[in-house]
């Protein structure tokens, strides 16, 4: 998994947005990083702690948000490359960086008044080290945990084009019961209604004729497939965006990104 994400920012660069949909159109990765920083500054701009963790940090996107809701700051990803950019654009007195991984956290039980996780989980596709990282998260964590990820409303999808495995809300939202937890609310992120609707064939299509397309290379034929649904890709976000900007506040069940805001305490 780390070989993969070293890859990621060797082809494609250190810009904020690429970690979003690796190879995607630099205009869906931008929309969707907007989107997503639109619902999640608000929640953070609301929390104030001692320290915070960002779980999955990658190139440090997430950092300056939480080094204002936090008086000291962790990121923590596998991507070793990854780390060394974060610290290259990061300079921040309150921040660090570690590499590790988010089933195995090398920090104490209860360190952190806020965990945050942005489209970091959803890339375990072993399910136990998925649930491991869950109980980790949960463990490193006396407070609050923001968890964004790609949800559905009730089937598993585990993609083949890259390493993302896409559960049910109601799967996140009984785990995280099971651990106690005090209350959760999720709020929907991204109303996209034709680009889900495009990525749900996709998937289909993938799935049933047992299609790989990686994220970048690959033969002739894969890149074309790749290629051609790139270019649709910017059409189904186009004509979203209408219903993006009518419905301000979308259910979790119609969006393709879900925010869990959970508290322990």
Not at 34 to 46: D, I, W
Request: hydrophobic share 40%; net charge positive; proline share 4%.
């Amino acid at each position: 998994m780390s070989d993969f994400w070293d890859e990621i920012v060797k082809r494609f660069g250190s810009k904020d947005d690429i970690v979003n949909i690796p190879g995607a159109p630099s205009i869906t990765n931008r929309y969707i990083d907007y989107l997503q920083k639109k619902s999640l500054v608000t929640q953070l701009s609301q929390f104030k702690g001692k320290a915070a963790l960002d779980i999955g940090t990658g190139i440090g996107r997430w950092i300056p948000f939480l080094s204002k809701a936090a008086e000291m700051v962790a990121g923590v990803d596998i991507s070793r490359e990854m780390i060394r950019i974060a610290k290259r654009k990061v300079r921040h007195l309150n921040v660090d960086f570690v590499v590790a991984t988010a089933y195995a956290l090398p920090f104490r039980s209860n360190s952190f008044d806020l965990s945050f996780s942005c489209t970091c989980i959803q890339h375990i596709t072993d399910e136990t080290k998925h649930q491991k990282s869950l109980i980790e998260i949960s463990r490193v964590t006396r407070n609050k945990i923001f968890m964004l990820e790609l949800m559905s409303k009730s089937r598993k999808i585990k993609l083949t084009h890259y390493p993302t495995i896409i559960l049910p809300i109601s799967e996140y939202v009984t785990f995280f019961r099971r651990l106690g937890v005090k209350t959760i609310s999720d709020f929907g992120v991204d109303f996209l209604p034709l680009v889900k609707l495009l990525e749900n064939f996709r998937n289909f299509l993938f799935n049933r004729f047992s299609t790989n397309v990686p994220s970048y290379g690959g033969t002739l034929k894969q890149r074309l497939l790749r290629n051609s649904y790139q270019i649709l890709s910017v059409f189904a976000l186009f004509f979203s965006l209408p219903f993006n900007k009518m419905i301000k506040c979308p259910s979790s069940n119609i969006t393709r990104h879900v925010l869990l805001v959970v508290e322990k305490t």
